[in-house]
Every structure is written in C-alpha cells, then in structure tokens.
C-alpha cells in the first residue's frame, strides 16, 4: 500500500473511450471489493436524479458505492469530484433502490472507490468507507 492506494500491475494495450474507461474502472473497483469479501447487489443502477455505480453487501450493511478512475490528477484528487450535489443525488437514488427493494429499515453506507489508471500499467485503488452521510 502507497499513500493509502493499492497498487495492481496490470497489462492492457491501447487507448479507450471515456465509457469504456469508467467501466474499467468500475470493474477493478468490484474485483476489488470482492476479494475483501464484500458481495454485488447491483450495478449502475439508473433514477431520474442520477446513477449509482455499485451496490454491495459488506455484511449486513448495504453500501452504495461511486468510483472515480481517473489517468492521473491533474484536477486534484478522485474523491473532490463526489461534491454535495454529486452526494444528493447518489442519496436520492439509493433511496429509490432501498424503497422498491423493501430494504427500507436496512443499515447502509456510501462509500468512494478511487481507481487511478497509471499510465506505466499500475492501477492504483483506494477505497474510502463511510465517504459521506
């Protein structure tokens, strides 16, 4: 572990498009999540205020999961980019998923999964419990 990120050499070849990016990134973020044992519930789950990447099970606790992949920093850290309204919607939709899931009375937790894609074929992945309430 390097400043709090762990580090996975990887090999793939070539440039990807934005979609494809995030969906890489999503994909380390559940393997991942995975080997610390947690368990998928959902994937992009989609409401009229926004997505939620990922819902696993940690667990008893439902947690709501955004990932940010990112090649490097130059707009500052994965995390900055989860901002308050960013938050709310995540919120809004994890309400929906909970209400029509009959999860209502569930414990839950939102976390952030940073995954930087270096470009020397590291994938650097740190996960942030309890991102925000």
């Known amino acids: 572990m390097i400043n709090g990120y762990n580090k996975i050499n990887v090999s793939r070849g070539g440039l990807m498009s934005t979609t ?19 368990s998928l519930l959902a994937r992009n789950v989609r409401s ?15 947690v709501f999961v955004e990932v940010k992949a990112r090649r490097n920093r130059r707009y500052g ?10 938050q709310q919607h995540i919120k809004y939709t994890a309400r929906i998923f909970l209400y029509n899931h009959h999860l209502t009375e ?28």
């Not at 494809?20 to 947690?38: C, N, Q, T, V, W």
């Not at 009229?48 to 439902?62: A, Q």
């Open 77 to 86: 850290e994965p995390i900055e980019a989860v901002t308050i309204y960013k």
């Open 20 to 38: 494809g990016f995030g969906r890489s990134g999503e994909d380390y973020a559940l393997d991942y999540l995975e080997k610390k044992g947690m």
């Open 106 to 133: 569930a414990s839950i937790r939102y976390d952030v999964v940073e995954v930087m894609m270096i470009p020397d074929r590291t994938i650097q992945i740190r996960h942030v419990k309890d991102a925000f309430r």
């Open 48 to 62: 009229s205020h926004g997505e939620i990447d990922l819902i696993v099970k940690d667990g008893r606790i439902i």
